[in-house]
């Protein structure tokens, strides 16, 4: 079943209607009652229009099984943190809604719903049916649709924190979602990350341009940066960090012989979360 609270806050992608859920599909309100089937696994495709998009199936396989050996443990309790002291729910509500959006297969959505329940969105189908599947195992008041960020199918002012990590940032469909007053924590690559990674491979590795951008409509709160050294253990966890990253499509064959000749990895993860209020 779909928690009220998300319920509540879905419309429909099509005509921007109100939905309700009968335990199987979707359905709208609008004189068309538009209808979107739940997979076995929980999730609802509502970006019908993308027949593909987002992380392929081995992208996210590859991210699964790394983010699984827990190397980004601290990214996730510091997110864990900032939902803990922000995440404060809207009028007419008891608990906060949470959205993470860009979610992946819900490494750090399913730490959201420990503070209200929460939506994710990705455009990768793979992805949110691994996250549906979690959360179902889990028992999580998670709720996973395909859908893009640049068109949420959620309500005007109907979400109190939202998380956008290492994925597109659509500010102003993120401040229409938002309430007056709710929070977004963008989170990105800072200055230093993956540089021993870089150095691994290339001859003259180039540190991060770090992302300043202040979205309109809200203030920028607090910056938290995440710095760890990380030691990565066996050619299999190497390459499916190698995987997760850009670098994954844009490196020659030689500099990738370099990568796969390691046993071990080490690298400094440097991690920006930038928290922004929406303006009242
Ligand atoms: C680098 S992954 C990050 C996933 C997750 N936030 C994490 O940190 O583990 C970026 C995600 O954004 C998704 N994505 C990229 N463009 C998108 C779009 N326009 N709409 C929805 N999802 C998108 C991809 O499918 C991918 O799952
Ligand atoms: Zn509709």
Redesign the pocket.
Known sequence: MIHDTILAALRCPKCGEAVSFDGRSLFCAGARRHCYDAAASGYVNLAPEHRA???SRE??RA?TAF?GRGYYAPVAEAIEALAGEYARPGAQRERPLLC??????????GRLAKYGPVCG????RA?VEAGAKAARREGLDAFYAV????SLPLRDGSVDFM??????C?EAEFCRVLQPGGVLVV?AAGEDHLLGLKRAIYDTPVRNEVRADLPAGMALIERRTVRENIRIEGQADIAALFA?TPYYYRTSEADRAKLAALDTLETEIEVDLTVYRRDA
Request: glycine share 20%.
């Open positions: 998009g987002g992380d992208a996210v991210r983010l993470d959006a860009g979610c992946g297969e819900g490494y750090y959505t969105f990705d455009l990768s992805a859908a893009g960020l640049y998380l956008n990590h290492f994925a597109p659509a989170g997760m």
